[in-house]
């Protein structure tokens, strides 16, 4: 079997989507994006094309290895995303091709059922109560939301405030049926993060994520040391080389490598295993759509440390397209009580509706994250 040709497209509200056909008839999907940067992506993985053209798609490993190493400079969100979507889209033709799910090739499933979480909130955090009874009532029984708006280095301590109080709203609205977890997001410098995670402590979250920027992952030491609350991090993060020193550092309880930012399926599941030997758990970041969701569920169905899985249905960003729009099968991700079936079809477990995603893609999209500002003009982390 061969690859013969590599189709690439731009869909709302934000995502790009990878198609690789090969002489045998059977395609593979990926999801190759850094959101705000999908053409950016698009030319990196066009730049793999030429390699990849006549190469044969069960040779996981080795394409990986190509692509990753044959290059003197590597790494980084372009690269790793690039290789991501590639991976994911092999791993998709090969499950087909033997016809089984991903996850029987990496082992088999070792869990009946996952778990997953949704967004609440909006980039800036309002009406978190409201939603988070609908989720409930929607099946759900665990949400993450933003915890802040724009934070200065040292800002007015009324921000602080304010999280505390729809955090303890949410709380008393829903008791302990429902998981709350809180993204700071990179927006919060080490010296509000420290006492923005302390005040947070006794409403016992699932974890915070991302209390500070990955470049500044030395400070989790000190917010560690004023919380007890599990923190998670990890979606800036490229590679199982990006991640060995944050384990070995030993301050972070849950990693959140993305499967199409951080190298893909194959990537994922090494840095998975780094992190089960440091006994951290793993929560996948997919904030995408239907093919990366569909990778996260495959890499988590057969590994043991992933403790829940974040999707995007109904979030924010996809007012212009979501995930169920561009699947044939719309019942693949349905939620009971918190969780999701694992799924038992072939490759990836998604049939991706071609006609829709061509007709979308002559729409395209733009797709940019907001730029924010302090209130004395400095620019803000979004």
């Given at each position: 079997?061969?690859?013969?040709?590599?189709?690439?497209?731009?869909?709302?509200?934000?995502?790009?989507?990878?198609?690789?056909?090969?002489?045998?008839?059977?395609?593979?999907?990926g999801e190759p994006i850094v959101e705000g940067r999908a053409s950016t992506v698009?030319?990196?993985?066009?730049?793999?094309?030429?390699?990849?053209?006549?190469?044969?798609?069960?040779?996981?490993?080795?394409?990986?290895?190509?692509?990753?190493?044959?290059?003197?400079?590597?790494?980084?969100?372009?690269?790793?995303?690039?290789?991501?979507?590639?991976?994911?889209?092999?791993?998709?033709?090969?499950?087909?091709?033997?016809?089984?799910?991903?996850?029987?090739?990496?082992?088999?499933?070792?869990?009946?059922?996952?778990?997953?979480?949704?967004?609440?909130?909006?980039?800036?955090?309002?009406?978190?109560?409201?939603?988070?009874?609908?989720?409930?009532?929607?099946?759900?029984?665990?949400?993450?939301?933003?915890?802040?708006?724009?934070?200065?280095?040292?800002?007015?301590?009324?921000?602080?405030?304010?999280?505390?109080?729809?955090?303890?709203?949410?709380r008393e609205a829903l008791g302990s049926e429902m998981g709350i977890a809180v993204?700071?997001?990179?927006?919060?410098?080490k010296s509000m993060a420290r006492t923005l995670a302390k005040e947070l402590e006794?409403?016992?979250?699932?974890?915070?994520?991302?209390?500070?920027?990955?470049?500044?992952?030395?400070?989790?030491?000190?917010?560690?040391?004023?919380?007890?609350?599990?923190?998670?991090?990890?979606?800036?993060?490229?590679?199982?080389?990006?991640?060995?020193?944050?384990?070995?550092?030993?301050?972070?309880?849950?990693?959140?490598?993305?499967?199409?930012?951080?190298?893909?399926?194959?990537?994922?599941?090494?840095?998975?295993?780094?992190?089960?030997?440091?006994?951290?758990?793993?929560?996948?970041?997919?904030?995408?759509?239907?093919?990366?969701?569909?990778?996260?569920?495959?890499?988590?169905?057969?590994?043991?440390?992933?403790?829940?899985?974040?999707?995007?249905?109904?979030?924010?960003?996809?007012?212009?397209?979501?995930?169920?729009?561009?699947?044939?099968?719309?019942?693949?991700?349905?939620?009971?009580?918190?969780?999701?079936?694992?799924?038992?079809?072939?490759?990836?477990?998604?049939?991706?509706?071609?006609?829709?995603?061509?007709?979308?893609?002559?729409?395209?999209?733009?797709?940019?994250?907001?730029?924010?500002?302090?209130?004395?003009?400095?620019?803000?982390?979004?």
């Amino acid at each position: 079997m061969k690859i013969t040709e590599m189709k690439l497209y731009q869909v709302p509200p934000r995502w790009l989507f990878l198609k690789i056909e090969t002489d045998e008839n059977i395609c593979g999907w990926g999801e190759p994006i850094v959101e705000g940067r999908a053409s950016t992506v698009q030319a990196a993985v066009e730049e793999m094309k030429t390699y990849l053209i006549g190469k044969n798609p069960l040779k996981i490993e080795d394409h990986w290895q190509v692509m990753y190493r044959a290059g003197f400079y590597r790494g980084g969100p372009v690269l790793m995303s690039a290789i991501a979507g590639i991976d994911q889209c092999l791993w998709d033709i090969k499950g087909k091709y033997l016809n089984v799910p991903i996850y029987e090739l990496l082992g088999g499933s070792c869990r009946d059922k996952l778990q997953v979480y949704c967004w609440i909130g909006g980039d800036r955090p309002q009406d978190v109560v409201s939603a988070a009874k609908e989720k409930y009532r929607q099946g759900y029984r665990a949400v993450k939301m933003n915890a802040t708006e724009e934070m200065h280095y040292i800002d007015n301590y009324r921000k602080i405030d304010e999280v505390i109080e729809r955090v303890g709203a949410l709380r008393e609205a829903l008791g302990s049926e429902m998981g709350i977890a809180v993204d700071f997001h990179g927006r919060v410098h080490k010296s509000m993060a420290r006492t923005l995670a302390k005040e947070l402590e006794n409403f016992r979250l699932m974890f915070i994520e991302e209390p500070v920027l990955p470049q500044n992952n030395e400070a989790l030491r000190d917010i560690a040391n004023h919380t007890s609350t599990p923190i998670a991090t990890g979606e800036r993060m490229f590679s199982r080389w990006d991640f060995k020193d944050l384990l070995e550092a030993g301050y972070v309880d849950i990693i959140q490598p993305d499967l199409s930012h951080a190298g893909g399926i194959s990537e994922c599941k090494k840095i998975a295993a780094m992190a089960e030997a440091y006994d951290v758990s793993v929560a996948p970041h997919c904030p995408l759509g239907p093919i990366a969701l569909a990778s996260c569920v495959q890499l988590d169905a057969c590994t043991p440390n992933v403790s829940i899985q974040e999707q995007s249905l109904g979030i924010h960003y996809n007012q212009s397209g979501d995930l169920l729009d561009y699947l044939i099968d719309k019942s693949v991700f349905t939620y009971h009580q918190g969780f999701i079936d694992i799924p038992e079809t072939p490759g990836l477990g998604v049939q991706v509706n071609e006609e829709y995603v061509k007709e979308r893609a002559c729409e395209g999209h733009d797709w940019k994250n907001p730029v924010w500002r302090n209130y004395d003009g400095t620019v803000a982390e979004w």
